[in-house]
């Protein structure tokens, strides 16, 4: 191994990068008969393959080495205006394709905004839980965090009134995931949702809109997004096609109505790599050119989800100890696990004896500081393993509480 010189310094920065719990326990993942709930993989059997293979194809057919050039930073012209007619569509209005920038996954967007927003020191607004690879993106940014209390209908506006009023600094940026929340699987409300936007627009703060998971609906009726909403609150929208096709691709989109935020997302996404990769930009939206074969393939992977959410919850019914609490979620990838008075880290160690892993609930607070929530992923493991995974789990934590 080699070491730094003395002379070489890092930057400031990355003094506070966090070891990934998440790594550390992909480790244990990859023996065999391990059930991981830990990860956040979509399933992979049900990947387009064939379809996908057919739309490279055409994509070198039709395309040829125009699909394998540079391109613009904005995104190819082609997918901008798939977002933007699909986001549109859910939105309720028309959104132009000049609003859209294609990202390198929306990981890429998250940092690109810290980038663009965030200085040291400044304040970020944050649900309490919230999504660990947002807290990774702009802790290299030297944020620090105001959290805002959450319920089973996600932020509460009278908490985030009380930060905002209170906050000193100002924050940046108000971020949150509206549907099922990454890491609870929670919802936020539509009554909500029109408070959020309304408390942000009062006090010129920017919102992002982080939405991976919208079109993973189990059951009930879509809730309206919030840049859907007529508002002078700048908003940022997240979406990707991580979830709904592969994460492999990288294919991920900012929508930003705010042309000035818009203009320096796209000159720091210059300095970081030029432009996403055309070859997957093409061949993604070649895919879902399809559109009536492309909706029945997410309607596929959000019954698959659904029958996986049930058979982890009816589990969870039935294995775990007297008073540990749980959410059903209505869509996404996640459930979220409280075991009163249970350290989950500790928890862990013994799970991964008992070969079952998931992400203790510390990694996903700001402030490290609640120990008792796991986060438990039911898309990546099938139905058998699921009840196996979540026996094995309720065994563990009676042995811990022993
Ligand atoms: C809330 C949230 N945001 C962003 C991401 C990153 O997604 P992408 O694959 O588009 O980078 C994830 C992935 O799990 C997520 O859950």
């Known amino acids: 191994m080699t070491t730094i010189s003395r002379a070489a310094k890092f930057a400031e920065r990355t003094a506070r990068l966090r070891a990934s719990t998440i790594r550390e326990m992909l480790k244990v993942t990859q023996q065999p008969d391990v059930i991981s709930f830990g990860g956040g993989l979509p399933a992979s059997e049900l990947f387009p393959t064939e379809a996908i293979a057919e739309a490279v194809r055409v994509v070198m057919q039709l395309r040829g080495p125009a699909a394998l050039q540079y391109s613009v930073t904005e995104g190819i012209p082609e997918m901008r205006q798939w977002v933007a007619q699909r986001l549109s569509r859910r939105v309720g209005h028309t959104l132009d394709a000049e609003t859209v920038t294609i990202v390198n996954g929306s990981q890429q967007g998250l940092d690109l905004i810290g980038k663009i927003f965030l200085d040291p020191g400044d304040h970020v607004v944050l649900e309490n839980p919230t999504y660990l690879g947002t807290i990774q993106a702009f802790d290299a940014y030297q944020a620090r965090y105001l959290t805002v209390d959450t319920d089973e209908d996600g932020l509460l506006p009278e908490s985030l009134e009380r930060v905002l009023d209170h906050a000193d600094p100002f924050p940046k940026l108000l971020y949150l995931v509206p549907n099922f929340q990454n890491p609870t699987g929670r919802t936020l409300s539509a009554r909500r949702r029109e408070s959020v936007v309304r408390i942000c627009e009062r006090f010129g703060l920017p919102i992002v809109e982080d939405d991976p998971y919208c079109e993973l609906r189990f059951e009930g009726a879509d809730l309206p997004s919030l840049i859907s909403y007529q508002t002078t609150a700048p908003i940022i929208y997240l979406g990707t096609g991580s979830k709904i096709m592969a994460p492999g691709m990288r294919v991920a989109w900012l929508v930003i109505p705010d042309e000035e935020i818009r203009e320096k997302i796209v000159l720091v996404k210059q300095g970081a790599d030029l432009h996403s990769g055309t070859f997957a930009q093409y061949v993604f939206h070649q895919y879902v050119s399809d559109g009536a074969a492309f909706d029945a393939h997410v309607r596929e992977i959000a019954q698959t989800y659904s029958r996986r959410r049930d058979v982890?919850?009816?589990?969870?019914?039935?294995?775990?100890?007297?008073?540990?609490?749980?959410?059903?979620?209505?869509?996404?990838?996640?459930?979220?696990?409280?075991?009163?008075?249970?350290?989950?880290?500790?928890?862990?160690?013994?799970?991964?004896?008992?070969?079952?892993?998931?992400?203790?609930?510390?990694?996903?607070?700001?402030?490290?500081?609640?120990?008792?929530?796991?986060?438990?992923?039911?898309?990546?493991?099938?139905e058998k393993n699921i009840r196996i995974g979540v026996e094995r789990l309720g065994h563990a934590i009676t042995a811990y509480n022993r």
């Open 312 to 382: 982890m919850s009816e589990a969870l019914a039935e294995f775990m100890p007297e008073g540990v609490r749980f959410t059903r979620p209505a869509g996404g990838m996640f459930l979220w696990v409280t075991v009163p008075g249970v350290d989950t880290s500790e928890l862990l160690r013994i799970c991964a004896a008992s070969k079952v892993v998931f992400v203790p609930g510390v990694s996903f607070y700001p402030g490290r500081d609640v120990h008792d929530g796991m986060r438990l992923n039911f898309s990546n493991a099938s």
